[in-house]
T-cell receptor, first 112, second 109 residues
Framework: IAGITQAPTSQILAAGRRMTLRCTQD?????MYWYRQDLGLGLRLIHY???????GKGEVPDGYSVSRANTDDFPLTLASAVPSQTSVYFC???????????FGEGSRLTVL | GQNIDQPTEMTATEGAIVQINCTYQ??????LFWYQQHAGEAPTFLSY??LDGLEEKGRFSSFLSRSKGYSYLLLKELQMKDSASYLC??????????WGAGTKLIIKP
């Protein structure tokens, strides 16, 4: 089934640890995004990539990094996790800028 | 600053009609989106408006007035499965989406 796969679906980790959230899409979409969703707030863009080999900073990039080595994969890394990074993280893709977004199922991250 | 406002929560009755409003202030405008998000799930696309007027898609319709910075999502013949959060998002001049916090819609029998 075509779509976006995120892993892990849920993770608890200690503050200070390094963590990578994986995201893979098989729709050959050029654009990919990482959002975080917190209660009472709208989705906030962390990083994005308009095409393989390029990335950009979103609204809340601090403490996160991404890479886009190929079209399909867009991992998000927390170099040294902090409790304020406790959130639900969604990866999304679209075939164009401001096109319909297709979301992964989300990764629930708890930093203690 | 950029801002999207929508009610936090609404309640409606099965079979009825409900209108969810969204007002926005953004740097530029490149379209308005509505997404549906069931609890614990990912958002899914509902509609896109870039020109003023009403777009109808089955039981769901979306309206846009760019001069007023206003949109609404109209849901007809409500079903229990329509219980979800409805997210309004606007594309700004940098081609980035600005998201509202979402409206939680509760449907009662």
């Amino acid at each position: 089934i075509a779509g976006i796969t995120q892993a892990p679906t849920s993770q608890i980790l200690a503050a200070g640890r390094r963590m990578t959230l994986r995201c893979t899409q098989d729709m050959r979409h050029n654009a990919m995004y990482w959002y975080r969703q917190d209660l009472g707030l709208g989705l906030r863009l962390i990083h994005y990539s308009n095409t393989a080999g390029t990335t950009g900073k979103g609204e809340v990039p601090d403490g996160y990094s991404v890479s886009r080595a190929n079209t399909d994969d867009f991992p998000l890394t927390l170099a040294s996790a902090v409790p304020s990074q406790t959130s639900v993280y969604f990866c999304a893709s679209s075939d164009s800028e401001l096109g319909e977004l297709f979301f992964g199922e989300g990764s629930r991250l708890t930093v203690l | 600053g950029q801002n999207i406002d929508q009610p936090t929560e609404m309640t409606a009755t099965e079979g009825a009609i409900v209108q969810i409003n969204c007002t926005y202030q953004t740097s530029g405008f490149n379209g308005l989106f509505w997404y549906q998000q069931h609890a614990g799930e990912a958002p899914t696309f509902l509609s896109y408006n870039v020109l003023d007027g009403l777009e109808e898609k089955g039981r769901f319709s979306s309206f846009l007035s760019r001069s007023k910075g206003y949109s609404y999502l109209l849901l007809k013949e409500l079903q229990m499965k329509d219980s979800a959060s409805y997210l309004c998002a606007v594309g700004n001049s940098n081609y980035q989406l600005i998201w509202g916090a979402g409206t939680k819609l509760i449907i009662k029998p």
